[in-house]
């Protein structure tokens, strides 16, 4: 078959959306290696590191250009700026492309999207970055050297830097820069960890045990996840390691009735279902009918029948569940700076401003969901970020707010480190780099049996 576009072309077209027309470039990447699965496997996956790791990098790259061209990142046309990000990506983390490969290609792609004018510009820049890019200057500031070497916006950094130190910021930056397997949860109601394990790997998927639960794994190796039989059958699901700890922190006890309030794609909904055996309720609410239709489709794939998916939105008082619920899980919209390294552009989206008004909704969604929980049941709060007013601050907001409700033991499920600070703080921060995991906060609230 021949290809109607190449590599490089499908790329540019992917960074055009994502960063011209504002859509998110996971959901733009994925349409793409669906519509393009009849590519070779190193095809899309060449597709795939050169948009990632452009958009994950953008800030050096553009930093990088504005050194060796005469004209600045933000004065270039948009298809020839990306074109340009593209290649310096290549020039500087590729080492199996040539540098006269990626020059020579950029400038056939400027000239096939009707810029023949420029592409004396586009060789020249490229030419003159591959021969001098070991020689490029960094900032000497601090703060500004990280941002520019990590791609990190200095307002973020201003804000894990009060945080944690300077090791630890680094030790998170450097992670969300690698490229890392897939984490899946195995479906226990369906199959048991070892047998799943056996049937991925003879499905020619390289399987590695996740160390903090045993029914979480790593995997990699593989073509298409949708192709995987096991993944047809519904024996796993992706879900992050840190997504599965509230399942086990929540620990449900046969027949408990359990709301997720904001619950697409339903990982969470769908895990604790799986804890109650078949036996009780859970009902996985979400704001829009599209939100809520990826909670049936994961639904039905992992053949759950105890599971309910409903349109609500969360920040409405849904009358008739209050004091019902045996456990209420809140894993609210959030800034998402926890997850950067899978969600690459989200860190140019997100403003400071943008966090400081999530924390406010979340406030807003927790003072509604709270009277779901009946006395002596758990509101287990939790959020992908790594954000001290949208965590921890929330945390004390919440306690301060409603004294009928006291931090839950949450340690009994958890073990080392991550069991120490459940014990000292009645939360934990996951921070990527220095736990297995995405960055993610969790927090449990149980409400008291007397008034």
């Known amino acids: 078959m021949t290809k109607p576009l190449s590599e490089r072309e499908i790329v540019l077209g992917i960074l055009l959306e994502v960063t011209e027309q504002d859509i998110y470039s996971h959901i733009v990447l994925g349409n793409v290696l669906n519509k ?23 800030v050096e790259i553009d930093y990088i250009l ?64 591959a021969r001098h890019l070991g020689e490029v200057a960094y900032p000497r500031d601090p703060l500004q050297e990280l941002s520019v070497r990590y791609s990190m916006p200095e307002w973020i950094l201003r804000h894990w830097l009060a945080a944690y130190d300077r090791g630890t910021v680094e030790a998170m930056l450097k992670e969300f820069q690698k490229e890392k397997p897939v984490t899946i949860r195995c479906n226990v109601s369906m199959i048991q ?16 045990e996740h160390p ?79 939100k809520v239709a990826l909670i049936e489709d994961n639904l039905s794939r992992m053949n759950m029948k105890n599971v309910a998916a409903l349109t609500w939105d969360a920040c409405v008082l849904d009358e008739a569940s209050v004091g019902k619920a045996d456990i ?13 390294g899978k969600k ?8 400071e401003a943008q966090a400081g008004k999530l924390a406010i909704l979340q406030q807003k969604i927790l003072d509604v969901v709270w009277r779901y929980v009946k006395p002596g049941g758990m509101l287990i709060y939790s959020t ?20 009928h409700f006291c931090l839950a ?7 080392g480190a991550l069991k120490e600070e459940a014990e000292v703080n009645g939360y934990i921060q996951l921070l990527p780099g220095i736990h297995e995991s995405d960055g993610f906060f969790i927090a449990g609230f149980r409400r008291k049996t007397c008034p």
């Not at 960890?193 to 590695?208: F, M, S, Y």
């Not at 921890?392 to 707010?401: D, H, I």
Request: hydrophobic letters at 35%.
């Open 384 to 403: 992908c970020t790594v954000h001290a007013p949208e965590n921890q601050e929330n945390v004390r907001w919440f306690l301060e707010s409603h004294p």
């Open 66 to 129: 504005d050194q060796f061209s005469r004209v600045k990142v933000k004065k270039m046309k948009p298809v020839i700026r990306n074109i340009l990000r593209s290649a310096v990506y290549q020039l500087k983390y590729m080492d199996t492309v040539p540098d006269s490969a990626v020059c020579n290609e950029s400038v056939k792609l400027a000239a096939k999207k009707g810029f023949g004018t420029l592409k004396g510009f586009v060789n020249g820049v490229l030419r003159n970055t």
């Open 36 to 58: 393009y699965q009849y590519l070779d496997k190193k095809e899309r996956a060449f597709i795939t590191r050169v948009t990632e790791g452009t958009l994950e990098h953008m």
């Open 193 to 208: 960890p070892k047998e799943l394990k056996e049937r991925l790997e003879g499905e020619g998927a390289t399987v590695q």
């Open 328 to 340: 209420v899980i809140a894993d609210l919209p959030c800034s998402g700076l926890g997850v950067l």
């Open 212 to 290: 903090y639960l045993p029914y979480g794994f790593y995997i990699s190796g593989y073509d298409h996840l949708g192709e995987l039989s096991c993944f047809q059958e519904g024996l796993f699901t992706v879900q992050d390691i840190s997504s599965m700890l509230v399942g086990e922190i929540a620990s449900p006890k046969k027949g408990d009735y359990i709301i997720d309030v904001c619950a697409a794609p339903g990982g969470k909904a769908l895990h604790l279902a799986d804890k109650l055996e078949g036996t009780g309720y859970v009902e996985a609410r979400d704001l829009s009918a599209y």
């Open 409 to 415: 033991d949450i340690g009994k499920k958890l073990y």
């Open 344 to 351: 690459t552009d989200l860190k140019y989206r997100m403003t």
